[in-house]
């Protein structure tokens, strides 16, 4: 939603204030974006606090710098207050129901007898990059702390269902976590995939992250993960998988989670679609991890900057970097291949000669030819940002 007549800076601290309270039931001035704390949860390291409850928490940068995040420090994003806080695998089931032949109740151990399966891939929250957003939309104030990138092993959720048997004219797999609503009228979080799009060889029920079981705030014991899409289908502390007959009708797929039905996702700034879609597949992103923006350098001195580039499931075909405002591009070098669902590291030799104010930028394009829009695309909920970002580096 566009707010008419409120600075930017007034308007997060609105949200910020809105959240706090929200939150503790007091006003906590130091929660507004923009001035965030950096909090430590079970198992996590020191992340930026958006909001405590439900926990939305962002990674700083400098994370980024090592082509694997770290299980630690991976952004935490949950829905609704009520999350597990504690799961028994004694008593814990993967439950598949529904259209199937055979009901299932897997433990973990019968869901580590599928085969196993592996690969890097991006997560990104599908809010990611929106407090950059002009003018603000509501909704998480994030930086680009939501997203990370992550090898995953698990199975295949194909094969899980092939075992419990898809009865004809089903349509849809209906997932659904631990987490519960803080009051009967609060929607569940739920969401469905097609069934075509459900038995893609690469969807996967993951039961590791690096090598390690899941922190419970990124969904132990098992979540989905769906490459190349939006964070928002990788269900967390998966429990329960329904294969329905009929479209699934939820809020999290009706009302929430869409994007305008146009070529760009983007509408004019300020106005409201005239139809909308479910978000799916992530845009063609590239960004720079160091120095950070408004770091300070040494004229004459050589440094290289880096950082990072992925693309919504077709790897990164170029990357090019400009060190005067989009003037000039040139192509940096790519860093290790890991596939298409990894990111990319960049890097680029830069040797500034005057002092001054240097405005840098990042262009990643994929193997389709999608690439990023020099300005923003808008749309209302603050989605898809992939705006090619403006540095400055500051030359002394
Ligand atoms: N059960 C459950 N799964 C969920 C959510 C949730 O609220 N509940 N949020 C989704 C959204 S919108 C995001 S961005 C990711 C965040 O995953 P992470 O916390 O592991 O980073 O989880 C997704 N899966
Ligand atoms: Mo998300």
Wanted: charged share 20%.
């Amino acid at each position: 939603m566009h707010l008419p007549g409120i600075t930017r800076r007034d308007f997060l601290k609105a949200v910020g204030v809105t959240t706090a309270m929200a939150a503790t039931g007091t006003l906590s001035p130091v929660l507004y974006a923009g001035e965030r704390r950096l909090e430590t949860y079970p198992e996590k390291a020191d992340l930026l606090l958006l909001t405590a409850r439900p926990p939305q928490l962002e990674t700083p940068l400098k994370y980024f710098k090592e082509l694997i995040t770290p299980n630690e420090a991976l952004f935490v994003r949950w829905h609704l207050a009520n999350i597990p806080t504690s799961v028994d695998l004694a008593t814990w089931r993967l439950v598949v129901h529904g259209e199937v032949e055979n009901a299932l109740s897997l433990t973990l151990d019968d869901l580590k007898r599928f085969e196993k399966i592996e690969y890097t891939a991006v997560i990104q929250c599908a809010g990611n990059g929106r407090s950059f957003f002009d003018p603000p939309v509501f909704g998480g104030q994030w930086l680009n702390g939501a997203m990370g990138n992550v090898t995953w092993s698990g199975v295949r959720l194909r094969d899980v269902l092939k075992r419990a048997g898809i009865k004809a004219g089903a349509q849809e797999v209906i997932f659904k976590g631990l987490d519960n609503p803080p009051l009967p009228t609060v929607p569940g979080f739920a969401k469905s995939l097609a069934l075509d799009k459900a038995q893609e060889d690469e969807i996967m029920i993951a039961y590791e992250m690096n090598g390690r079981e899941l922190p419970l705030l990124n969904g132990y014991p098992v979540r989905l993960v769906v490459p190349g899409w939006y964070a928002t289908y990788w269900v967390k502390s998966l429990s329960d998988m329904e294969v329905a007959a009929q479209p699934f009708e939820g809020f999290w797929k009706k009302s929430a989670y869409r994007i305008p039905d146009t070529a760009c996702g983007c509408v004019e700034p300020g106005s409201t679609p005239a139809k909308t879609i479910p978000i799916t597949r992530m845009t063609t992103r590239s960004l720079l991890i160091n120095p950070q923006d408004g770091s300070r350098l040494k004229a004459g001195r050589p440094i290289e900057l880096m950082g990072v580039a992925f693309s919504g499931g077709y790897g990164i075909k170029e990357v090019s970097v400009s060190v005067n405002g989009g003037l000039d591009w040139r192509p940096a070098r790519l860093g290790k291949d890991l596939g298409r669902h990894s990111w990319v590291q960049w890097y680029y030799p830069m040797k500034p000669q005057k002092a001054g104010s240097y405005d840098v930028r990042v262009r990643a394009v994929n193997s389709i030819g999608e690439s990023q829009p020099l300005d923003s695309l808008w749309n209302p909920a603050g989605y898809l940002w992939n705006k090619i970002e403006r540095n400055t580096l500051i030359v002394v």
